[in-house]
């Protein structure tokens, strides 16, 4: 029962940082694009009256949401009502529940009782994430279609072609990672990346697999369908793409599945390539410096250290992306395509016969 | 799998699978289709087979019927109004039909006999377990099917290039 109840906790407790880091990342996206073009960004609705600069907090936290959830739900004539409806939530469900698999903290020891930070250990780890994400493209498919608008469905094509192409250079960069750790267990990954090469350098799985983590980052980003990849939405071309037709808060659930991607591309990231919850020479114990000294530390500290590098590691790749999207110009769909069949399959291809090679050979 | 969760995934399954074929829309058929594979993954789930769950529902679920949805609408396939035209093709289903549920009660009886109570191995479906399987009885059906793939990826390319 207190498994259960364990278990439960930890699983709600993921979906529910997701859903609000992906509202927190809506607000970062408004003032972090102002910052970047040199604007002042959202600062309408204050409730301090003046101060000198204005966060917009207020504007993207409360009185965005407010708008969205009161606007009026339209359905276009012509629409399928059913798929129409269902659409945001097909996309949006599965993302939420990815997460689940990420380890987010070692081991949390309360009363002589271990408890793993990892919401769900699953035999097939890694696989579980892709067969979420790969679900959510029904999201896009269906919105587009389900519309009855030429801009709608042309993006929703658009967005089934983009995502089947960059799940195949997705997948393959992540067996270049599972090569070179030799698990599928995400929690077993990031154990694995304690260790020390020669004495100092932290395993972190970018020194193993520089050039996986490039191809995990491009494919990622595509599959989050943000710049430079936006091309199922494309303003420019398409209205707004696949959720043209979308108001009040079927539309918050399409941007909000955008966001809660680009959360779990940056924790994979994290994950495979960065360490995860690891901090450098931290142990469970305490630090354990290269150049001799230790600094021992109470358990729960070590703990919550974890927890609290996992977050930052993570808000960092999400800064990332949103850089990333405000500082690139969009592709053209044939150079989208064939980046992704043309270069990015490729080099990944090679990866995984490279690393498979050097295992072999020195192991 | 007991009796209850059994029946409680069968109905449904087999009620969204004639769907796939009874529904006019093909949107609609195909995606009673995705449902109906996604409830299969579920069955694999329950019986302990976690990798063939898994690459049921990232290849067919998420990949070949996402494929099947795009050219539905690429081709812009509107509901069929029209009957079927038919060329015997009913008495042929039901034959076939015939011969595959002899075939399965037979199966069924063979092993129901044989191996119905015997334990799962310590490492039924995991990753490893299959994987190890694949790559040494089953090898040669395992690189045949890999040959298989890779002659019909160089024929759509050829095809494509006309």
């Given at each position: 029962?207190?498994?259960?109840?364990?278990?439960?906790?930890?699983?709600?407790?993921m979906?529910?940082?997701v859903?609000?880091?992906?509202?927190l990342?809506l607000w970062?996206?408004?003032?972090?694009?102002?910052?970047?073009?040199?604007r002042?960004?959202?600062n309408r609705?204050?409730v301090?009256?003046?101060?000198?600069?204005?966060?917009?907090?207020?504007?993207?936290?409360?009185a965005?949401?407010?708008?969205?959830?009161t606007?009026?739900?339209?359905?276009?004539?012509?629409?399928?009502?059913?798929?129409?409806?269902?659409?945001?939530?097909?996309g949006?469900v599965p993302?939420l529940?990815?997460?689940?698999?990420?380890?987010?903290g070692d081991?949390l020891i309360i009363?002589?009782?271990e408890?793993t930070l990892?919401?769900?250990?699953?035999?097939?780890?890694i696989?579980?994430?892709l067969?979420m994400?790969?679900?959510s493209?029904?999201?896009?498919?269906?919105?587009?279609?389900?519309?009855n608008?030429?801009?709608?469905?042309?993006g929703g094509?658009r967005?089934?072609a983009?995502?089947?192409?960059y799940?195949i250079p997705?997948?393959?960069a992540?067996?270049?990672?599972?090569?070179a750790?030799?698990?599928?267990?995400?929690?077993?990954?990031?154990?694995?990346?304690?260790?020390?090469?020669?004495?100092w350098?932290?395993a972190?799985?970018?020194?193993?697999q520089?050039?996986?983590?490039?191809?995990?980052?491009?494919a990622g980003i595509?599959e989050s369908?943000?710049i430079?990849?936006?091309?199922?939405?494309?303003?420019?071309?398409l209205?707004s793409?696949?959720?043209?037709e979308?108001?009040?808060?079927?539309?918050?659930?399409?941007m909000?599945g955008?966001?809660?991607?680009a959360?779990?591309?940056?924790g994979?990231?994290?994950?495979?390539?960065?360490?995860?919850?690891?901090?450098?020479?931290?142990?469970?114990?305490?630090?354990?410096?290269?150049w001799?000294?230790?600094?021992?530390?109470?358990s729960?500290?070590?703990?919550?250290?974890q927890?609290?590098?996992f977050t930052?590691?993570v808000?960092?790749?999400?800064?990332?992306?949103?850089?990333?999207?405000?500082t690139?110009?969009?592709?053209?769909?044939d150079?989208l395509?064939?980046?992704?069949?043309?270069?990015?399959?490729?080099?990944?291809?090679?990866?995984?016969?490279?690393?498979?090679?050097?295992?072999?050979?020195?192991? | 799998?007991?009796f209850?969760?059994?029946?409680?995934l069968?109905?449904?399954?087999?009620?969204?699978?004639i769907?796939?074929?009874?529904?006019p829309?093909?949107?609609?058929?195909?995606?009673?289709l995705?449902?109906t594979?996604?409830?299969?993954?579920?069955?694999?789930?329950?019986?302990?087979?976690h990798?063939?769950?898994a690459?049921q529902?990232?290849v067919y679920?998420?990949?070949?019927?996402v494929?099947?949805?795009?050219?539905?609408?690429?081709?812009?396939?509107?509901?069929?109004?029209?009957?079927?035209?038919?060329?015997?093709?009913?008495?042929?289903?039901?034959?076939?039909g015939v011969i595959?549920?002899?075939?399965l009660?037979l199966?069924?009886?063979?092993?129901?006999?044989?191996q119905?109570?015997s334990?799962?191995?310590e490492n039924f479906?995991t990753?490893?377990?299959?994987?190890?399987?694949?790559?040494?009885?089953?090898?040669?059906?395992?690189e045949?099917t890999?040959?298989?793939?890779l002659v019909?990826?160089?024929g759509a390319?050829?095809?494509a290039k006309?």
């Amino acid at each position: 029962m207190i498994d259960f109840l364990i278990t439960f906790s930890l699983t709600l407790l993921m979906v529910l940082m997701v859903l609000n880091l992906g509202g927190l990342l809506l607000w970062v996206e408004r003032k972090g694009s102002a910052v970047l073009q040199d604007r002042i960004g959202a600062n309408r609705a204050a409730v301090f009256g003046k101060l000198p600069f204005n966060l917009g907090i207020v504007n993207t936290l409360v009185a965005d949401p407010i708008k969205l959830f009161t606007k009026e739900d339209f359905v276009p004539p012509g629409a399928d009502k059913l798929l129409h409806t269902l659409a945001p939530a097909i996309g949006l469900v599965p993302l939420l529940v990815t997460f689940i698999v990420i380890p987010f903290g070692d081991v949390l020891i309360i009363g002589g009782r271990e408890i793993t930070l990892q919401a769900a250990n699953l035999n097939i780890g890694i696989l579980y994430v892709l067969a979420m994400v790969s679900l959510s493209v029904y999201g896009v498919v269906l919105g587009g279609w389900a519309s009855n608008n030429r801009w709608a469905l042309l993006g929703g094509i658009r967005g089934s072609a983009q995502m089947i192409s960059y799940e195949i250079p997705l997948g393959l960069a992540l067996i270049g990672v599972v090569l070179a750790f030799g698990s599928l267990d995400l929690q077993e990954i990031t154990r694995a990346q304690g260790a020390l090469i020669g004495g100092w350098i932290p395993a972190w799985g970018i020194v193993y697999q520089p050039v996986a983590f490039l191809i995990f980052l491009a494919a990622g980003i595509a599959e989050s369908k943000r710049i430079p990849f936006d091309l199922p939405e494309a303003e420019s071309e398409l209205i707004s793409g696949y959720f043209t037709e979308y108001s009040g808060a079927k539309q918050a659930m399409f941007m909000l599945g955008d966001f809660v991607e680009a959360i779990i591309v940056a924790g994979l990231i994290t994950t495979l390539f960065f360490g995860g919850w690891q901090i450098p020479f931290l142990l469970r114990d305490g630090f354990h410096f290269p150049w001799g000294g230790t600094l021992a530390l109470p358990s729960l500290l070590v703990t919550l250290l974890q927890v609290g590098a996992f977050t930052l590691k993570v808000l960092f790749f999400c800064w990332l992306q949103i850089m990333i999207r405000w500082t690139l110009p969009r592709f053209r769909y044939d150079q989208l395509i064939s980046l992704g069949w043309k270069i990015l399959l490729p080099l990944a291809l090679a990866n995984v016969m490279l690393t498979a090679l050097i295992i072999l050979l020195f192991e | 799998m007991d009796f209850v969760t059994f029946f409680a995934l069968a109905i449904p399954l087999v009620v969204i699978a004639i769907m796939v074929i009874a529904h006019p829309s093909p949107v609609y058929s195909a995606l009673f289709l995705v449902l109906t594979l996604f409830l299969l993954a579920v069955y694999f789930l329950f019986l302990d087979a976690h990798m063939v769950a898994a690459l049921q529902i990232i290849v067919y679920a998420g990949a070949i019927m996402v494929l099947f949805l795009f050219v539905i609408m690429l081709l812009n396939l509107q509901s069929d109004t029209q009957p079927t035209p038919r060329h015997g093709l009913g008495r042929a289903a039901i034959i076939g039909g015939v011969i595959l549920v002899a075939e399965l009660g037979l199966l069924l009886q063979r092993s129901s006999s044989e191996q119905a109570e015997s334990a799962l191995p310590e490492n039924f479906g995991t990753v490893e377990a299959l994987g190890s399987q694949l790559f040494t009885t089953y090898l040669l059906p395992f690189e045949i099917t890999g040959i298989l793939l890779l002659v019909a990826v160089v024929g759509a390319v050829v095809l494509a290039k006309r």
